[in-house]
C-alpha cells in the first residue's frame, strides 16, 4: 500500500503502469479527487477513451450487473475505464468474491499486454477490519492501493508552503502556519485560498502574515465558520444570509459540507456520550475548546440523538449529489441541513 502523493508522483513523472484495479481511499477529499484526475489523465493518454462509472454497495445485483458489463467488454476488445463509488465501504459478500476473481478474469490486449478494462474503486476511510480483508488484501497484492492520509500539525505548515510554491509564490513561515491553522486540516479549503492568493500577488511575491491577515482573513473561508456558529446557537436565519453569501463569494460546496458534518459527528458523540457521563466530561474526551462548548451546549439541548444520526446521513445524501451521483441540488440540501441543525425538531 502507497500513499496518495506517493502515487500522484507516479502519475507525474509517468512511471505509472496501469493494473487491472486501482484502490484509493481514506480521509482527505483533495486527494483522493486530485488521483482519479491524474488516473484519469493518464489512461487516456494510453488509449482508454470510454469511461462509465456506477455507485456500488452490498447488494448482490449491483455485482452481478458489473460482472456483465466486464464480460460484455472483452467480447469487443475495447479499451475502457470504469469507476466504482463505494460509499459505506465495504463491497459486501458478493463484492468481495467479484474483486477476489478480477484478476484472473480481467481481459487483457495482446498488442500492448494492458488490461483492456481497468477498474477504479474508490471509497472513504476503511478501518483495520476493512483492510484486513480478503479483498483489500488481493487488490494490494496484484493491482495498487493507495491511501488519502489527513495531513496535520508541522505537515500542514509544509503542505501549505508548498502548495503556494506551486503556485508561483513563496511563503514566510509564519504565514503558512496561519493558514494552516485557520483552515483546521481541510486541505479543500487550504487549496482554494491558496488559488486565491495567487490572483492577488505577482508570481515570486513572498506571503507575509500581513497578506494573509488582508487578503484572507475577509475571504469566504472564514465566514464559514461564522456559519457554524451561527447554526450551532440556533440562530438560523443570520445561519441562511451567511450561507447564501458563501455561494455568492464562489465558496465550493464541499468545503461548506466538510464543515457541517464535522459538527454534526462531534454532535453525535457528544449526544451519545451523554448518557454515561456528565456533558464537561464528553468535551474533554472530545476536545471540545472551552471557546465553543457554550453553542455545543446549545444545540445539544435542541435535538435527541437520533435527529443528530439523521442530519449526519442527510449530510451524506448531499455529499452524493456533490459528486453528481443524484439530481438534488447541493445547495438546496446544505439550505434544508442548516435550516435544521439551527431550529427546533
Not at 164 to 174: H, I
Not at 253 to 275: G, H, N
Request: with cysteine.
Amino acid at each position: 500500500m502507497m500513499t496518495a502523493p506517493a502515487l500522484l508522483k507516479q502519475f507525474s513523472q509517468g512511471t505509472f503502469q496501469p493494473v487491472p484495479l486501482l484502490l484509493i481511499f481514506g480521509e482527505e477529499p483533495l486527494y483522493l479527487r486530485r488521483v482519479q484526475d491524474a488516473w484519469r489523465a493518464t489512461m487516456r493518454s494510453l488509449g482508454y477513451l470510454q469511461r462509465e462509472r456506477y455507485e456500488m454497495d452490498a447488494n448482490a445485483a449491483c455485482w452481478q450487473d458489473l460482472q456483465m458489463e466486464t464480460q460484455a467488454g472483452s467480447l469487443f476488445s475495447e479499451q475502457r475505464l470504469i469507476e466504482l463509488d463505494l460509499p459505506k465501504g465495504s463491497p459486501g459478500k458478493d463484492g468481495g468474491a467479484f474483486l477476489q476473481k478480477w484478476f484472473e478474469q480481467a481481459p487483457v490486449d495482446p498488442q500492448t499486454g494492458h488490461p483492456e478494462i481497468c477498474l477504479l474503486l474508490r471509497c472513504e476511510k476503511l478501518d483495520w477490519r476493512q483492510q484486513k480483508a480478503k479483498w483489500f488484501q488481493t487488490i494490494e497484492r496484484h493491482g495498487v492501493a493507495a491511501q488519502s492520509k489527513p495531513i496535520e500539525g508541522q505537515a500542514l505548515t509544509r503542505w501549505c508552503a508548498d502548495r503556494a510554491r506551486e503556485s508561483g509564490l513563496e511563503m514566510e513561515p509564519e504565514a503558512a502556519a496561519m493558514l494552516a491553522e485557520r483552515v483546521e486540516g481541510n486541505l479543500l479549503a487550504a487549496d482554494q485560498e491558496v488559488e486565491k492568493l495567487a490572483l492577488f500577488f505577482e508570481p515570486g511575491h513572498r506571503l507575509s502574515v500581513a497578506d494573509i491577515e488582508t487578503k484572507v482573513a475577509d475571504q469566504a473561508h472564514y465566514q464559514l465558520f461564522a456559519l457554524s456558529t451561527a447554526a450551532l446557537k440556533g440562530q438560523s436565519d443570520y445561519a441562511l444570509q451567511i450561507l447564501h453569501r458563501l455561494r455568492q463569494e464562489g465558496l465550493e460546496a464541499p468545503i461548506v459540507l466538510w464543515l457541517l458534518a464535522k459538527e454534526l459527528r462531534s454532535l453525535a458523540a457528544l449526544s451519545q456520550l451523554q448518557a454515561s457521563m456528565s456533558l464537561g466530561q464528553a468535551f474533554k474526551q472530545m476536545k471540545i475548546w472551552s471557546s465553543r462548548q457554550a453553542e455545543f451546549k446549545a444545540a445539544l439541548s435542541r435535538h435527541s440523538h437520533q435527529a443528530w444520526s439523521a442530519m449526519t446521513q442527510q449530510a451524506l445524501a448531499i455529499d452524493l449529489s456533490i459528486k453528481g451521483q443524484t439530481s438534488k441540488d447541493p445547495w438546496l440540501g446544505l439550505s434544508q441541513l442548516v435550516a435544521q441543525l439551527a431550529g427546533r425538531e
